[in-house]
């Protein structure tokens, strides 16, 4: 079942479907936009082409370059130099939503909370019941 959405580029209603986040002329503006990339990306020179050089030399805005190489319409595979950012850091990752540092860094921290979690059953585990004496009454006799 379709719902009606604001297109986030003109504001216009639109059927959303689950296909397009966008209202049809803003897709078929975004279609000729992605064949510009393409035709530009197609030539061997520029195969290697960073962000910067390809939205410089294209005029497409950034953020639109980064969501057809999440949606996979632009694989860095082919074009080595493609990313988008990591929802962390900002780094170009190729995929998933976090870059290789920000997930390495998020392994070594759950392996440390692990390690600590699995210390403090331990610790529980091993516990004996400590009985203080009174320090003043042991003195006093």
């Known amino acids: 079942m379709a719902e009606i959405r604001n297109c986030p580029r003109c504001g ?3 059927n959303y479907t689950g296909f397009n986040d966008v209202c049809y002329k803003c897709a078929k503006e975004e279609e000729e936009l992605y064949q510009i990339v393409y035709r530009f990306l197609r030539k061997r020179e520029n195969r290697a082409a960073t962000v910067d050089r390809i939205v ?3 005029g497409v805005d950034r953020e639109l370059l980064f969501k057809w190489v999440r949606k996979g319409r632009l694989h860095p ?3 080595p130099n493609l990313g988008y950012p990591c ?3 900002g780094r170009l990752t190729k995929k998933g939503r976090l870059c290789e ?3 390495e860094e998020l392994k070594s921290d ?3 909370f692990e390690a600590a979690k699995e ?3 331990n610790i529980k585990k091993h516990e004996r019941n400590t009985y ?3 320090r003043e009454k042991i003195n006093k006799d």
Do not use: S, Y
């Open 110 to 112: 759950l392996r440390a």
């Open 132 to 134: 203080l004496a009174d």
């Open 56 to 58: 410089e030399a294209t």
């Open 87 to 89: 929802d962390n850091c």
């Open 101 to 103: 540092r920000c997930t």
């Open 119 to 121: 210390f403090r059953e």
């Open 77 to 79: 595979a082919v074009f």
């Open 12 to 14: 216009e209603f639109f």
